[in-house]
């Protein structure tokens, strides 16, 4: 007897087959995450808030419970490519706001957030650190995307401090770096293009 019931065939499972299949968006999930980025953004500084903001940009994603993910053998990551699928529409839409908006909560979530929580919080918020590839995937968008713009327009003002173009064009130009070091694939003419900052 199994003490956590039968083990399912992977190779059956539609539901881990999901993670595979490629995320559709259109105009409808840019105008979502225009609004759940203004609600992290406000949030910004202040804990329940921040939890509340980012719970629903995960559940926007795709992501219900920790129990569905495991019953289902969901994808843990799906809200992060949800939101690298958002960027991409909006680069290919002329959005260089949209997209460097997005590039700042994953680089801002990954680096400053992610590394606080613990399981508990991740399991009741339902986002870790981003995956490195969407990270390289939503800094190459704004990297091209947000060279477009004044590099002294500001992107987001929040009660801790503005945020401008310059500086997540080199927050964009250092991920894409240091992730090329790290050994992951990206493309040589987003790596050519972070080398330039």
Not at 47 to 74: C, Q
Not at 135 to 152: C, F, K, P, R, T
């Amino acid at each position: 007897m199994r003490l956590f019931g039968n083990r399912r065939d992977k190779r059956n499972d539609s539901h881990g087959s999901d993670r595979l299949r490629p995320i559709s968006v259109n105009d409808a999930d840019c105008v979502e995450v225009r609004r759940l980025l203004t609600d992290f953004e406000q949030a910004v500084g202040h804990d329940a808030p921040v939890r509340r903001a980012a719970n629903a940009i995960a559940k926007a994603g795709g992501y219900t419970s920790m129990v569905d993910l495991v019953t289902t053998g969901g994808d843990v990551h799906r809200p992060w490519r949800w939101l690298s699928a958002v960027a991409r529409y909006a680069a290919d839409s002329g959005d260089p706001v949209l997209v460097g908006r997005i590039w700042l909560f994953v680089s801002f979530w990954s680096d400053a957030v992610a590394p606080l929580l613990g399981p508990a919080d991740w399991m009741d918020i339902g986002l870790d650190r981003a995956p490195d590839e969407v990270q390289a995937e939503v800094a190459g968008y704004a990297l091209i995307s947000l060279a477009a713009l004044d590099v002294n327009t500001k992107l987001v003002a929040s009660s801790t401090g503005d945020v401008d173009v310059r500086t997540l064009l080199a927050a964009s130009a250092d991920r894409i770096r240091s992730l090329k070091a790290k050994g992951l694939a990206i493309d040589t003419g987003i790596v050519e293009r972070a080398e330039r900052y």
